[in-house]
């Protein structure tokens, strides 16, 4: 398959998920994408950058998608439901960054870096990608529990680019505002969050952390299986960072573990472990993999072990996208014929 052309469509194509996706495509080595960039029709006409190449986003519509082999969602759940079914009248696969198709018949949850789960096949409509808090607490749940793990506890930080541009922009504001003594805009989070760390947003706010919370925990469902999930407790707090997730996981264990010997069960595909210096947002920025470090939990030691965990959520989500369509695209005609 290494070096087969497939015609891609990032719907969404001005958005910082959007931005980070066109740039991943553009580098994939598997498949050479022919990309074309889709966006509402006000962001029609931008230039934008993939990789080395300067494009212009072009306006959706249903038409757009006419010869497309994969049409990547990364824009607003809103456009998916509006758009997912021309795409997929027009013959595309499907890979849906929004989420919005999740728990549609045919729709099957990914994340790269764990295997199992039904496989993609011809009668599948959609891919989605896994949010990159389940890909983060999802890989370190599987790969411990053959050490007898009984319970995962994290505490996760939520950046500002989860809301896309327009929370980064509100965390900036806020933060100019308070410096400077002025009232706060509160449009996408209806609270300040600005110097502050919350575990629930203001009722206007653009996105509830526990709609967030519930979709973590239900993919993580599916890609563990009940079970599993039911192991991991998440608490989710909006941090007055602009990128990147960090994690605090307090892992339990049925018997004793050394740390030395769980940071060999971790490290691999999608896990980078280090000593020192400890995992950041900073450290993490640019990354494919999630960055952990491992120490003993000194109250309980032996049979319990802290964890910190730290990702750039935009590249993860990308790279994820990425290991949808390389999935996906053995089942496309090889002759391109829809």
């Avoid at 994939?28 to 994408?33: N, Q």
């Avoid at 997912?84 to 949850?109: M, R």
């Avoid at 575990?199 to 653009?206: P, Y």
Wanted: contains cysteine; aromatic residues 4%; proline residues 3%.
């Amino acid at each position: 398959m290494a070096g087969r052309i497939l015609r891609g469509a990032v719907v969404g194509a001005s958005s910082l998920l959007g931005k980070e996706l066109a740039e991943e495509l553009s580098k994939a080595t598997a498949v050479v994408w022919d990309l074309t960039l889709l966006d509402a029709e006000e962001a029609g006409g931008q230039m934008t950058a993939a990789g080395e190449e300067a494009m212009v986003i072009q306006p959706i519509s249903a038409e757009a998608f006419s010869g497309i082999d994969v049409a990547f969602f990364a824009g607003e759940a809103a456009t998916t439901l509006a758009f997912w079914k021309n795409a997929h009248e027009a013959g595309a696969s499907i890979v849906d960054l929004t989420g919005a198709l999740e728990g549609q018949p045919q729709v099957l949850v990914r994340a790269a870096g764990m295997k199992g789960g039904t496989a993609a096949n011809l009668a599948t409509v959609a891919l989605v990608p896994a949010h990159p808090v389940a890909v983060m607490l999802g890989m370190l749940q599987a790969r411990l529990q053959a050490f007898g793990l009984t319970r995962m506890a994290a505490t996760v930080m939520r950046p500002a680019s989860e809301c896309g541009s327009a929370g980064v922009e509100e965390l900036h504001q806020q933060t100019v505002g308070l410096l400077a003594f002025k009232p706060l805009k509160k449009d996408v989070y209806d609270t300040q969050v600005a110097f502050n760390l919350v575990s629930s947003l203001g009722e206007a706010a653009k996105v509830s952390l526990e709609t967030v919370r519930a979709t973590i925990h239900r993919q993580l469902g599916s890609l563990l299986g009940g079970e599993g999930a039911d192991r991991i407790v998440l608490q989710l707090i909006e941090a007055p960072v602009f990128h990147g997730y960090t994690a605090s996981v307090f892992l339990e264990f049925g018997s004793g573990v050394e740390a030395e010997t769980v940071r060999a069960a971790l490290h691999g595909e999608g896990l980078d472990v280090v000593e020192e210096p400890s995992p950041s947002n900073e450290s993490a920025a640019g990354k494919d993999e999630v960055v952990v470090s491992v120490s003993a939990a000194a109250s309980r030691e032996g049979s319990c072990l802290w964890v910190w965990m730290a990702a750039d959520n935009l590249r993860i989500a990308a790279t994820n996208a990425v290991a949808c369509a390389t999935e996906l695209a053995p089942l496309r005609p090889a002759d391109g014929v829809h």
